[in-house]
């Protein structure tokens, strides 16, 4: 049974930082894309930043120079590291993997707040 489980998310002040982990689990095949999505109140969920197998990055305009992501592939791991937090980042942060297969897995989500 594939699992993700994340961590990291939590309250911090505007300009602080957090570091989100995703840990999946029970995966045996190759993961193609890892990424983090994102959903303030009100809103769709929009993507953040993700990676693809071959190192890759892409990531949404808003979080260019303050955000970045890594993975660890032995560990099924990804990480996105948020720095010059704004409280336009509050958001309940969602874990996404990709497998080769096509298959889409989420992580159950951990919140971010960012107080002004």
Not at 10 to 34: E, H, K, P
Not at 35 to 57: D, F, H, I, N
Request: glycine share 10%; aromatic share 10%.
């Amino acid at each position: 049974q594939v699992q993700l489980v994340e961590s990291g998310g939590g309250l911090v002040q505007t300009g602080g930082s957090l570091r989100l982990s995703c840990a999946a689990s029970g995966i045996i095949v190759s993961i193609n894309v890892m990424a983090w999505y994102r959903q303030a109140p009100g809103k769709q969920r929009e993507l953040v930043a993700a990676m693809r197998s071959g190192g890759s990055t892409n990531y949404a305009d808003s979080v260019k120079g303050r955000f970045t992501i890594s993975r660890d592939n032995p560990k099924n791991t990804v990480y996105l590291q948020m720095n010059s937090l704004k409280p336009e980042d509050t958001a309940v942060y969602y874990c996404n993997v990709v497998l080769f297969t096509r298959y889409e897995y989420w992580g159950q989500g951990t919140q971010v707040t960012v107080s002004s």
